[in-house]
């Protein structure tokens, strides 16, 4: 799992509808719960959310309040099944040789405090349930169900826990966390927005919410401490989905002119949803799967996608926020953290549309080594004709590398 990346599909950060189709075939009882409000209030949201989702509701949906304990235990457990302690070491080693985390980064406690924090509801796959809060005021209740609806129907449509699950990788994950957040948003947004005028809201009439969302994303990170105070590669990990999924799933409706449901439009990398384009053209860009084998004497400790988003958070925190610009271009990615005898490290290979592309990235990162927390090297090759970046911190081991898939494009360097 990435390092930003928890409780896949459920969580509500607190932010808080075009026209109606036609009328569906709901089922007689919308709502299962034990607490009248919810009840009522859910009942009342579902059928126009629903379809401005463009997803039918197949199934009642269960709607239950919890105690700000329970929501600890849910997480630690989530944790625990996810992110047991060995392998949140290990990540937070890698990240921390790229940079990305401060040495000896609690990775799991910071995990906790930022969920602990934030959530005030959430949609728990496994017992396909929504869950609410009970510290949460009258007034916040609905823009919470609002949201948290949209996941109860989206799952009834798509696996989230499926589209999520933590073999998929770091940048999948992400990605297809990002379609599912981005998605509730909208409709939330859409929703929010009709109440507020007394009328109808047609989303794809309108400009993009991203640049209207940002401030607001931003404010959170004052408002939470534990968010703030987090390491900027969680706090992005955690936002994206709500600021650049939200415009990925309104540039996918525009472009197809519909509402497009959330299991038709499930992005393969961080990449398509940063660039729309790149997912609803033909053929879309998908990402090259890497693989890296090491030299005999070196051991692969743990390895994964860090993804476009997330090499976009590199460049941006070692070479300034200017760097970002070279990702562009990214087709794909692997990292591994790596023992050799008794010294560490982390190797991570990077492959481009584009020779332009590749070279761009490396002439960026190449003055800024030395700013890395051990020695590292970084060197330009060809792997099966294609434009391969390679960068070792800390051991130097021999790598070979694989690419297998993915399109080839224009390097992004528009």
Do not use: C
Request: charged residues 20%; without cysteine; proline residues 7%.
């Amino acid at each position: 799992m990435g390092i930003g990346t928890l409780i896949a599909g459920t969580a509500a950060v607190l932010l808080v509808g075009g026209p109606v189709a036609a009328a569906q075939q709901l089922p007689d009882t919308l709502v299962v719960s034990d607490d009248p409000e919810l009840r009522r209030m859910a009942g009342d949201l579902l059928p126009a959310l629903a379809e401005r989702s463009g997803l039918e509701l197949r199934a009642p949906v269960r709607v239950e309040r919890r105690s700000r304990a329970q929501l600890e235990t849910y997480i630690v457990g989530k944790l625990d099944e996810e992110l047991p302690a060995e392998r949140a070491a290990a990540l937070s080693e890698a990240y921390g040789f790229l940079g990305l985390v401060p040495p000896g980064f609690d990775l799991r406690a910071t995990l906790r405090e930022v969920y602990t924090e934030q959530v005030a509801g959430f949609y728990d796959p496994d017992s396909t349930a929504l869950y609410v809060l009970d510290d949460q005021p009258p007034a916040a209740l609905e823009p919470l169900l609002m949201h948290e609806l949209v996941h109860a129907v989206q799952d009834q449509w798509v696996d989230l826990a499926g589209v999520t699950a933590p073999g998929l990788g770091n940048d999948r994950r992400s990605a297809a966390q990002a379609a599912i957040e981005g998605h509730a948003m909208l409709v939330m947004l859409e929703h929010s927005m009709a109440v507020s005028a007394g009328s109808d809201i047609d989303v794809l009439e309108l400009p993009t919410f991203a640049g209207s969302m940002r401030p607001a994303l931003d404010g959170i990170r004052d408002q939470y401490p534990a968010l703030g105070g987090a390491p900027r590669v969680i706090q992005e990990s955690l936002l994206l989905p709500y600021l650049e999924g939200a415009a990925f799933v309104q540039s996918v409706w525009a472009v197809e002119a519909r509402r497009v449901p959330l299991g038709e439009m499930l992005p393969a990398s961080t990449e398509q949803v940063s660039q729309p384009d790149r997912f609803t053209g033909e053929p879309p860009d998908m990402p090259t799967e890497v693989g890296l084998a090491m030299d005999a004497d070196a051991q692969l400790l743990l390895d994964d996608v860090l993804g476009f988003a997330e090499t976009r958070i590199f460049l941006e925190e070692i070479a300034g926020e200017a760097a970002g610009i070279a990702a562009r271009g990214w087709d794909g990615d692997r990292w591994a953290l790596v023992e050799d005898g008794d010294a560490r490290g982390v190797v991570w290979a990077l492959v481009f549309d584009t020779e332009a592309s590749r070279d761009r990235f490396v002439s960026t990162l190449t003055p800024h080594l030395a700013d890395l927390p051990a020695r590292a090297t970084l060197g330009a090759m060809p792997v099966d004709g294609r434009p391969v970046a390679m960068l070792r911190i800390g051991v130097q081991p021999d790598v070979q590398v694989t690419l297998e898939g993915g399109t080839e494009g224009d390097g992004g360097l528009t």
